[in-house]
């Protein structure tokens, strides 16, 4: 039985919606049982977004801070004091030294949700690179380079920057217990 629900008042309906698509007529058939067993927004995930966002809010300076910190990796790239450790090698010890830094830092502060503000400290991180990115290379190499040239590429340093705050942030949680 299909159900509409129009001020307030439940009523049956047959409803076919018809698109272009390419070119093709597609029909599609609305009913109650798809809809109610293929629900995204669940009263429980809704409080885990909302509460996720209330952590946001509360600590917005201090996750901006920590994504700030981590730009000394990209600058030290740019400035090549990153040639002289050595490319490589420096890149994964400014990772390291970024990450103990978010550790300490997170260990003192002592927030409620330590996973949570390091993961958005990695997506802040990310905007920032992106950001700085932007900027820097049409002026360094004369022409738009990096992760805005490649829509793959910018999904990938938000993911990546996303994970890295989720392994210190687990980090954290475990060794404040």
């Not at 509360?58 to 990153?82: C, H, S």
């Not at 002289?84 to 010890?93: A, E, V």
């Not at 830094?101 to 802040?124: D, H, Q, T």
């Not at 990096?146 to 989720?166: D, H, K, Q």
């Amino acid at each position: 039985m299909n159900l509409l629900v129009y001020n307030g008042k439940q009523e049956r309906y047959g409803l076919e919606i018809q698109k272009r698509t390419l070119g093709r007529l597609i029909r599609f058939r609305e009913n109650q049982e798809f809809w109610s067993s293929h629900r995204s927004i669940t009263p429980e995930r809704n409080r885990f977004l909302m509460k996720t966002l209330d952590i946001v809010k509360e600590n917005l300076l201090f996750i901006l801070g920590l994504g700030a910190l981590a730009l000394v990796r990209p600058i030290m790239k740019m400035t090549g004091i990153m040639d002289l450790i050595g490319q490589q090698f420096g890149s994964i010890l400014m990772t390291i030294l970024i990450s103990l830094a978010w550790l300490v830092i997170v260990l003192i502060k002592k927030p409620a949700s330590p996973v949570v503000i390091l993961i958005f400290a990695g997506m802040s991180y990310a905007l920032y690179a992106v950001i700085l990115s932007g900027l820097i290379s049409p002026l360094l190499d004369g022409k738009l380079q990096g992760p805005l040239t490649n829509p793959f590429a910018l999904v990938s340093v938000f993911a990546i920057n996303a994970i890295w705050g989720f392994v210190v942030g687990f980090i954290a949680k475990t060794l404040r217990r």
